[in-house]
């Protein structure tokens, strides 16, 4: 199968209807892209996504607090200012991922900072983790207690931009490089960054924001935003 797909083809893939599919492109619950107007997925992300419906138990009181006891997770709670990186140095995607993963470990959220950026960089070359529209959510294939500390989100900004292989063929500015130890914990930030980034007009701000403080408001109110839709 291609690594691109159409709507209709994940519906195909996933054995579910087209109907099914939309509803879930559109509540965030399913990775996703909008490039010219047409909902695109990566097959990839797409397996990474069915692997993370998967349940484990994670490995911090955190992750069992989020997985057993509630149906959201707040993403506004997992972003530190010390994380934040208004201005990324590297130039390419293996720079921008060993400065994200630097960073990281400074912070004491991964515990071997080798073996994490040789996974990043594994899952890279399978498919970009870039989604388009100048985003992209780098994370490890399979989410690991023994190399991550606790869920959190380490956020980069290019001001330039680099080629990170995105599936619009366009440059990537923003990375948010994810961090759990669950695959339950890995799947809800993945959706509810989804339902964030959908709102029309939050990507062109987020790609704005140049404070640390900022993004972390930028969240929040895309929280509020969701929580305001429901």
Same mark, same amino acid.
């Given at each position: 199968?291609?690594?691109i797909?159409?709507?209709?083809?994940? #519906?195909?893939?996933?054995?579910?209807? %087209?109907?099914?599919?939309?509803?879930?492109?559109?509540?965030?619950?399913?990775?996703c #892209?909008?490039?010219?107007?047409?909902?695109?997925?990566?097959k990839?992300?797409?397996?990474?996504?069915?692997?993370?419906?998967?349940?484990?138990?994670?490995?911090? %009181?955190?992750?069992?607090?989020?997985?057993?006891?509630?149906?959201?997770?707040?993403?506004?709670?997992?972003?530190?200012?010390?994380?934040?990186?208004?201005?990324?140095?590297?130039?390419?995607?293996?720079?921008?991922?060993?400065?994200?993963?630097?960073? #990281?470990?400074?912070?004491?959220?991964?515990?071997?900072?080798?073996?994490?950026?040789?996974?990043?960089?594994?899952?890279?070359?399978?498919?970009?983790?870039?989604?388009?529209?100048g985003? #992209?959510?780098?994370?490890l294939?399979?989410?690991?207690?023994?190399?991550?500390?606790?869920?959190?989100?380490?956020?980069?900004?290019?001001?330039?931009?680099?080629?990170?292989?995105?599936?619009?063929?366009?440059?990537?500015?923003?990375?948010?490089?994810?961090?759990?130890d669950?695959?339950?914990?890995?799947?809800?930030?993945?959706?509810?960054?989804?339902q964030i980034?959908?709102?029309?007009?939050?990507?062109?701000?987020?790609?704005?924001?140049?404070?640390?403080?900022?993004?972390?408001?930028?969240?929040?109110?895309?929280?509020?935003?969701?929580?305001?839709?429901?």
């Amino acid at each position: 199968m291609k690594e691109i797909l159409t709507l209709q083809e994940v #519906a195909e893939y996933l054995q579910l209807s %087209d109907k099914t599919i939309l509803k879930m492109v559109k509540s965030g619950e399913i990775p996703c #892209a909008k490039i010219a107007n047409q909902w695109r997925f990566s097959k990839v992300m797409l397996d990474d996504w069915i692997t993370a419906k998967m349940e484990v138990i994670p490995q911090n %009181d955190f992750s069992r607090l989020v997985e057993k006891e509630f149906d959201f997770i707040q993403i506004s709670r997992l972003i530190d200012e010390s994380s934040i990186l208004p201005e990324l140095k590297g130039t390419t995607g293996p720079q921008v991922i060993t400065e994200l993963a630097e960073n #990281a470990y400074k912070n004491e959220l991964i515990a071997n900072k080798e073996e994490f950026i040789k996974k990043l960089l594994e899952r890279e070359q399978i498919t970009s983790t870039s989604i388009g529209q100048g985003i #992209a959510l780098p994370h490890l294939r399979k989410p690991c207690g023994t190399i991550v500390t606790e869920p959190k989100i380490v956020i980069g900004k290019s001001t330039e931009g680099i080629d990170f292989s995105s599936m619009d063929g366009k440059k990537t500015y923003i990375f948010l490089l994810l961090l759990s130890d669950s695959e339950v914990v890995h799947l809800k930030i993945l959706s509810k960054l989804s339902q964030i980034l959908s709102i029309n007009g939050n990507i062109d701000k987020l790609k704005k924001i140049k404070e640390p403080k900022e993004f972390i408001k930028f969240f929040i109110i895309g929280e509020q935003q969701i929580n305001n839709k429901e």
